[in-house]
């Protein structure tokens, strides 16, 4: 198998879609791309049709930089296009499959579904949440918390999701940004066969939340926990002899839908905040055309639904085009590391969405794993949260595609709300390693510090020049922090993405990272996404992460974090001098790592993303912070204790 990547990796080969997929692809024009810039509000007009409208719009877009309203005038609802106009149609179809931690599972067909959002919407409306209302959802991977965030929808009170792996701190902390009055979180949930006691946590965080009225807890793990009088409830009993008609609000298409909290430069979330009508176009229409999106096809987005990778792709784009999805509790490793195949293969999953992480993950564990598994079932693979490299790319592409499914690499973000730069499965050329075109309709570019477009094949800052349905409004509560974040360096028309990027000489954009994961070294901005690809390139490399040290002479140093496919033994300084060889061979003495420190994990989160800020601190000696989200905190101490004695050395 490393033979092949190999080989592959030198030829920079390209790889084409089977002949039957393209010619059964929901969109395989070619020159859609041409067609959405010749009349780029005609487009999305267009594809608005395919969503469900009380009233039509009276305009489709009013661009006053840096704010859009898309579909204005109109009347829509989330929750009825994500339920209702199914139940019309298909109601015993099932919508939603769930498999929990302890291998149990629990199906809903679309009616079931609908039925439940119903109850649960008007259960809240009960209990005095109204049109506008905040309501923070707390909650693990488990049904409650799609049907919570959709009954949210469905009567008119915007949804703030906290993942459920966050501290106390953290959930106060947002709830108070949002101030929302309303908290749905559960007794408790498992994590790799361990209780995981959320009511604790969550009542320890609202100790700083006086404003909040309401609780409502999910009796999901069955343990006995302390309410509180007045303030804490039952999710069973505000459903309790609630209706199932409870009718969808019409809501304005620039309504709120949700508030997505997301990291920024400074240690104070943000609050992104997204609208509903263009919000519902645009993961309507990706979902449909990156994923290829078939009546029977089997979706599994593995992605938390604490992030907006499981907002759009867990819930709303897949749930409005009628799609059947899996949604899995526990970790990929629990109670094997063949988990996530055993669960393909028990249910067909036929569109398979996770990130590179989880992807390079697999690869070390090794090929045989999921090769004890039958694959047959996938169509079609994808990748997102981060660039994946080359060698990942194709990895994925054999081990698990079997050299048949096509893989759609996908950038966006929290902000841009839907799938940005990808392929299009029944049209595009793929390449390991890039996320290839813009979706039709959307101008990006790169651009240098004056807004000038880059040469190919230099770097710069990913930039995006025309408003999409599906972009943010604002930051919540901070109008000055949403322009300055965001459209300040070159003009309000310009959306700054805060990555880095290239285009090659086909036009396909290569995404080098985050520009604040950027090491200075004499002068010169690497991006730390280049050289762990390069890294990783290596057949000895499963996996790695690379920051910056500070350094009196160079500014700058760069410390690689490497995990190996199999232990180096007593060669290990010798391995590590072929590796810092192999990165200036990819990419010139300018990148050659000071120190490597080999390590057998790195500081992830539950969700699998590594925290760069604590990787970062670990690096320097200095403070590490809150580290209650990582998925093994005693990674830290280990880390720590390499890069000391390698200052002591």
């Not at 009170?157 to 947002?174: D, I, K, M, T, Y």
């Not at 240098?448 to 990913?462: A, I, T």
Request: charged share 25%; hydrophobic share 35%.
């Amino acid at each position: 198998m490393t033979e092949t990547i190999e080989s592959l990796l030198k030829e920079q080969q390209e790889f084409q879609p089977p002949e039957d997929f393209v010619k059964n692809a929901n969109m395989n024009d070619p020159h859609i791309y041409e067609k959405a810039e010749a009349d780029i509000e005609g487009f999305w007009e267009g594809l608005a049709e395919n969503i469900d409208w009380f009233k039509k719009w009276d305009t489709v877009l009013d661009w006053q930089p840096p704010h859009a309203k898309w579909f204005n005038g109109g009347k829509l609802n989330a929750s009825y296009n994500c339920l209702d106009r199914h139940v019309l149609k298909h109601g015993d179809k099932t919508a939603l499959i769930w498999e929990g931690e302890m291998e149990n599972s629990e199906t809903y067909t679309y009616k079931e579904l609908r039925d439940a959002t119903a109850r649960f919407a008007a259960g809240l409306k009960e209990l005095g949440v109204k049109k506008g209302d905040v309501v923070t959802i707390y909650l693990p991977m488990i049904p409650e918390a799609v049907i919570a965030m959709l009954a949210c929808a469905r009567i008119g009170a915007p949804h703030s999701v906290v993942f459920a792996g966050f501290s106390s701190e953290a959930l106060a902390q947002r709830v108070e940004d949002a101030h929302s009055r309303f908290v749905i979180t559960c007794n408790g949930y498992f994590h790799k066969g361990n209780l995981i006691q959320q009511k604790e946590r969550a009542d320890k965080g609202l100790e700083n939340a006086p404003a909040v009225e309401k609780v409502i807890v999910v009796d999901h793990a069955a343990n006995v926990i302390p309410m509180k009088k007045e303030r804490d409830v039952w999710w069973n009993d505000v459903i309790h002899n609630m209706d199932s008609e409870c009718e969808p609000e019409p809501m304005d298409s620039e309504d709120i839908l949700f508030i997505m909290y997301t990291s920024g430069t400074t240690g104070r979330p943000k609050g992104v905040v997204h609208t509903t009508g263009g919000y519902m176009v645009g993961t309507h229409v990706t979902s449909n055309w990156i994923f290829d999106l078939k009546d029977d096809d089997i979706f599994w987005c593995t992605a938390d639904i604490g992030w907006i990778t499981g907002h759009s792709y867990l819930v709303y784009g897949p749930l409005s085009n009628g799609a059947t999805i899996v949604m899995h509790e526990g970790a990929p490793d629990y109670p094997d590391k063949g988990r996530f195949w055993d669960i393909v293969e028990k249910y067909g999953v036929t569109i398979f969405y996770t990130a590179p992480t989880a992807i390079r993950t697999f690869m070390k564990w090794g090929d045989e794993i999921p090769e004890k598994y039958d694959l047959s079932s996938l169509r079609l693979l994808g990748s997102v949260g981060e660039p994946i490299n080359p060698k990942a790319w194709l990895w994925y592409y054999e081990i698990i595609g079997k050299s048949k499914c096509p893989i759609v690499d996908t950038w966006w973000q929290t902000e841009t709300g839907m799938i940005m730069i990808s392929p299009l499965p029944g049209i595009t050329t793929m390449k390991p390693g890039t996320a290839t075109r813009p979706f039709p309709g959307i101008k990006a570019n790169i651009l240098d510090d004056e807004g000038n477009e880059v040469p190919m094949g230099s770097g710069g800052y990913l930039a995006l020049q025309n408003p999409w349905p599906s972009m943010i409004r604002t930051i919540n509560g901070d109008e000055q922090r949403f322009i300055d974040t965001y459209w300040s360096k070159w003009g309000t028309d310009t959306y700054l993405a805060g990555d880095g990027a290239r285009k090659d000489e086909d036009g396909n954009f290569w995404i080098l990272g985050r520009l604040d994961d950027v090491i200075k070294v004499s002068g010169h901005r690497l991006g730390t996404m280049e050289i762990e690809s390069a890294l990783v390139s290596h057949p000895s490399v499963a996996e790695a992460a690379v920051d910056g040290k500070v350094d009196e002479i160079k500014g700058e140093v760069i410390y690689a974090y490497v995990i190996l496919d199999s232990s180096c033994g007593d060669s290990c300084s010798l391995l590590e001098d072929e590796l810092k060889q192999h990165v200036v061979d990819e990419i010139g003495p300018i990148a050659r790592p000071k120190k490597i420190i080999f390590t057998e994990e790195l500081p992830k989160t539950r969700s699998g993303k590594i925290m760069r800020r604590v990787l970062k601190a670990i690096t320097n000696g200095t403070e590490i912070g809150d580290i209650s989200t990582l998925q093994d905190p005693a990674v830290v101490e280990d880390l720590k204790r390499k890069v000391n004695e390698i200052g002591e050395q």
